[in-house]
């Protein structure tokens, strides 16, 4: 029988079942295969019935049904199990066939594996897959990288079945060579993380210092998502602030105050310290995460550790709390841009290390639509960067500098507030303090290079004297002339 699907995916959990429903309705004939083949025949007789999805019981039997070139996406857990179904492709595929991992995988495996399967005649993308379970059914986000060879025979595919913006244009194209999909991908995660940290404090604040309701908050999240604020992470954070429990309580109150994490935000965060980035925002939502986790140990320090009430004056008086609202919002959207900021900065490091030529103006298309993060605000972001493709930072386009500048006097108001009240506010803090640190032309960082030198002769570099030539001086007299040598991150 000849051939008659155009792509295999392998992995039949929610993500997957929905990624491939999604390609049946827009035409394209999907091979299912799953390690545990009782899935496969479950799926057929429920979830695809009635669909073209082909049912595949063995990897051979899989490719035996694909056109060629081959294409066979995964989308299993990362780590080992993609390398493992990689050693099981392998001995069935011929030389151009197109090998696809839509799991959240770090990048320097997919830099790794690209090669390895180009060494084998093969072509290998790596892509990150945005959008969640609704995502992945109904148009996610795709940020596909690897062989470059390989995206003219998946482009229909992945463009046809991910999200659209308004004008039809997909939320999907090419990010560049190696590892720079997932990349790009593990980048969105650790904002996703930071965005969801800000709403969380911004929830805090209003919920404990402005003592409000899951009902009256779950107002004020409306109304936020109108404005500049209009996102997906605000619309459901609506939701779930007016979603009562059996009892007619709010649900969100009875949650345990306990955050997990799968790993993205972290290695997002590492990769930054290896790159000397200061991605200061995301960093505190994955601390936070660990903070929060520290449960047991947090209700025994409630009980001996004092500090003020939270309980905010401005409460007692409306037109006053009205104001410490809009406040809030305005501290939330400029930690946000300061978030976005710091991950743009994180990916041009990157950019710049890989030797990737990332696209920035069209990462925020990517991200516009599908992806957990999609909000108005990207649309922003693709303007500044298609107005100046070699902009250094998003804090020095004129939009967002005038957005800056329009929030800052509130955005100060509410750390202020929320330090003296002793509310936690990490990310809303480091935010601010990344603000101040980047507009400073001067930084207290000349002693703290005096100190390196006196401790352990590392050297320094003179203002009057021309960058790149570094002194060392004998502090005490009693030290020689012998500088350690200089490094950098």
């Not at 969380?200 to 919920?207: D, G, Q, R, T, V």
Request: net charge positive.
């Amino acid at each position: 029988m000849e051939p008659q699907a155009d792509i295999a995916l392998i992995g039949l959990a929610v993500m997957g079942q929905n990624l491939i429903l999604n390609m049946n309705d827009h035409g394209f004939t999907v091979v299912a295969y799953n390690r545990t083949v009782e899935k496969v025949d479950h799926f057929l007789a429920n979830e695809a019935k009635g669909t073209k999805v082909i049912g595949a019981h063995s990897i051979e039997e899989m490719v035996s049904k694909l056109k060629k070139p081959r294409r066979v996406m995964m989308l299993v857990k990362a780590g080992k199990p993609v390398d493992e179904f990689i050693e099981q492709l392998v001995p069935h595929l011929e030389q151009g066939d197109i090998i696809i991992d839509g799991g959240n995988s770090l990048f320097e495996d997919t830099n790794r594996r690209v090669k390895y399967c180009e060494s084998k005649g093969l072509l290998f993308i790596g892509t990150g897959v945005s959008g969640g379970e609704e995502g992945a059914r109904h148009g996610p986000s795709i940020m596909p990288g690897g062989s470059p060879a390989a995206w003219p025979h998946v482009k229909n595919i992945f463009q046809g079945v991910a999200a659209k913006v308004e004008d039809g244009s997909p939320c999907c194209d090419w990010v560049g060579e190696g590892g720079a999909g997932h990349y790009v991908k593990m980048v969105h995660n650790g904002i996703e993380y930071g965005d969801m940290q800000l709403i969380c404090e911004a929830y805090n604040i209003l919920k404990n210092g402005l003592g409000m309701s899951a009902q009256e908050m779950h107002e004020v999240f409306a109304e936020w998502n109108k404005g500049e604020l209009d996102s997906y992470l605000i619309e459901i954070t609506r939701d779930i602030l007016a979603f009562k429990d059996t009892d007619g309580s709010p649900l969100v109150d009875k949650i345990l105050d306990t955050a997990g994490q799968k790993g993205t935000g972290k290695w997002t965060v590492q990769n930054s310290a290896e790159l000397g980035i200061p991605i200061t925002l995301i960093a505190e939502a994955v601390y936070s995460r660990c903070v929060s986790a520290l449960k047991d140990e947090r209700v025994k320090a409630a009980r001996k550790l004092k500090g003020p009430k939270p309980t905010l004056s401005v409460a007692k008086n409306a037109a006053k709390k009205k104001q410490f609202i809009a406040d809030i919002r305005d501290a939330l959207y400029a930690s946000k841009i300061i978030s976005y900021a710091q991950g743009y900065m994180l990916m041009r490091a990157a950019a710049a290390d890989q030797k990737w030529n990332l696209n920035y103006g069209g990462i925020a298309l990517m991200w516009r639509g599908g992806c957990i993060i999609r909000s108005r605000f990207l649309g922003k972001i693709k303007e500044a960067y298609d107005n100046n493709p070699k902009l250094m930072n998003l804090l020095l386009d004129d939009y967002f500098r005038g957005e800056i500048k329009r929030c800052q006097k509130g955005w100060r108001n509410v750390v202020a507030a929320a330090a003296k009240k002793g509310i936690p506010a990490p990310a809303f803090s480091t935010a601010l303090n990344f603000y101040d640190q980047y507009r400073t032309a001067v930084l207290p960082a000349n002693l703290l290079q005096a100190q390196r030198d006196y401790f352990g002769a590392h050297t320094y570099e003179r203002t009057d004297k021309p960058r790149g030539e570094f002194f060392h001086t004998n502090w005490t007299g009693r030290g020689g002339t012998t500088s350690s040598s200089t490094y950098n991150v």
